[in-house]
């Protein structure tokens, strides 16, 4: 249920070297998610991540380079030390200026209700605001030098899978959320909060059984043309697509054993065809499920 990733890939989403590591290496040869763009006009801005809004909490970190984030509608530039938060909800995309340096930040991802019963319960219940979107926390804040370290931690022990560790960073992170990122006075949420929640939740509790876009938009009572139009421009993806991520990010969760087939993995998630889990499988975790579970089924 946690996500930590840097700006840079390997075979799990990240590198094992770090950008500092690069320092003299010219922009087109730098490992980037995407390809570099051929548009090399440093005052032009490039569209880095598409617009998209989720139940989770996403924060990123920027250690080196500038971005920029669009967040429900406005704009918001991040330099180095700065930290960024999207709200559960929150509508964002990213870019940045094409000017020849690193641009690194660390990006952690997760659903705060899934930490909530661990804290007290004046905490828990702020916590449960702030997913609800009766609270949020400040989008923007210049961190403290002690933050960079825990980010970095917390990125290492999510790639060598050090689960005691990373759990101790999100709940560092928590307290230092809580203690210093609440937004006194609230600003812009989703005006599509209320949908995206809605179907969000749906999905998250109901993601098991055979869920179409006509069957999602005839019992919420909306027109199926409508529902897709407004879908797509919510989420940043169709309504399938969205269903299968979170279907794998289910599965993902899940570990097989005590007799759990990985057939009954893909059953439990909604596949009934095992073949086609294993495809979309394959395309949003770049390995098959069996390599996947030998690998972190652990």
Avoid at 18 to 32: D, F, Q, S, T
């Amino acid at each position: 249920p946690i996500c930590v990733y840097d700006s840079w890939r390997d075979e799990k989403g990240h590198l094992d070297n770090h950008p500092r590591e690069y320092a003299g290496v010219p922009e087109n040869e730098l490992p980037y998610r995407g390809k570099i763009p051929e548009d090399t006009d440093p005052d032009k801005l490039l569209l880095g991540v598409g617009e998209h809004t989720h139940r989770e909490l996403e924060i990123s970190y920027v250690v080196s380079g500038m971005n920029i984030y669009q967040i429900n509608d406005k704009m918001y530039q991040a330099h180095p030390g700065d930290m960024c938060i999207k709200n559960p909800f929150d509508r964002h995309k990213g870019f940045f200026y094409n000017r020849g340096y690193p641009y690194f930040s660390y990006i952690i991802i997760f659903n705060p209700t899934d930490f909530a019963p661990m804290l007290p319960s004046k905490e828990a219940k702020l916590l449960q605001k702030i997913c609800s979107g009766k609270v949020r926390f400040r989008t923007m804040s210049r961190c403290s030098e002690r933050l960079e370290p825990l980010f970095e931690r917390m990125f290492e022990s999510y790639k060598t899978d050090n689960a005691p560790r990373l759990l101790s960073g999100v709940y560092e992170l928590i307290a230092e959320l809580l203690e210093n990122c609440v937004d006194d006075s609230p600003g812009e949420t989703n005006p599509d909060f209320e949908f995206v929640k809605r179907i969000s939740d749906l999905i998250d509790e109901r993601f098991g059984e055979s869920l179409t876009t006509a069957s999602v938009s005839d019992e919420l009572s909306y027109n199926k043309s409508y529902f897709c139009r407004r879908f797509r421009g919510s989420f940043g993806m169709s309504f399938s697509e969205y269903l299968n991520r979170c279907r794998i990010q289910k599965a993902t969760q899940m570990r097989p054993e005590n007799g759990l087939r990985l057939s009954d993995i893909a059953a439990k998630c909604g596949f009934d065809d095992y073949a086609y889990f294993a495809r979309v499988f394959s395309k949003y975790c770049g390995m098959s499920p069996g390599s996947y579970y030998r690998a972190y089924g652990k």
